[in-house]
């Protein structure tokens, strides 16, 4: 079974149709995905702001959120639990974001528990602590 981690970066780069993320979606086709729970309220907050933004218009917001809705049926989540915390697992020379922390220590945690093909991210600073972490990224 080939599994890839995406974060909520991707989703979202998919989801909206961004250029830099089409090149990922042909990677993610046919393959197990995998994400933590933050996913979805990650992905759903930043729709919102979008909209509320006016930089999603509101037609585009509501199939959106619909689409965010039916795709969580794609994914492998794994929740947050007590025990991703105080793991004192970071990368060793950056310290993430904590919501970046949960989406590595999660990825991590696929990557014991069955394998990673892939860790795939649109945020650079996310995909150098995977890098770090010993995640397998996209070269």
Not at 119 to 137: I, M, R, S, V
Request: include cysteine.
């Amino acid at each position: 079974m080939q599994r890839i981690y995406l974060d909520t970066s991707l989703y979202l780069g998919i989801l909206l149709g961004e250029a830099k993320a089409k090149p990922f979606q042909k990677t993610i086709l046919g393959k197990t995905l995998c994400s933590s729970t933050l996913l979805l309220i990650e992905a759903e907050r930043n729709l919102v702001r979008l909209s509320r933004d006016r930089l999603l218009a509101p037609d585009l917001f509501v199939g959106a959120l619909e689409r965010l809705k039916k795709d969580k049926e794609l994914f492998l989540l794994r929740d947050l639990t007590v025990d991703f915390c105080l793991t004192g697992a970071f990368p060793p020379v950056r310290v993430p974001r904590s919501s970046d922390l949960i989406h590595l220590r999660t990825a991590m945690w696929f990557q014991q528990t069955g394998g990673l093909e892939l860790f795939l991210t649109l945020d650079d600073q996310q995909y150098k602590a995977a890098q770090e972490f010993g995640l397998p990224t996209s070269s």
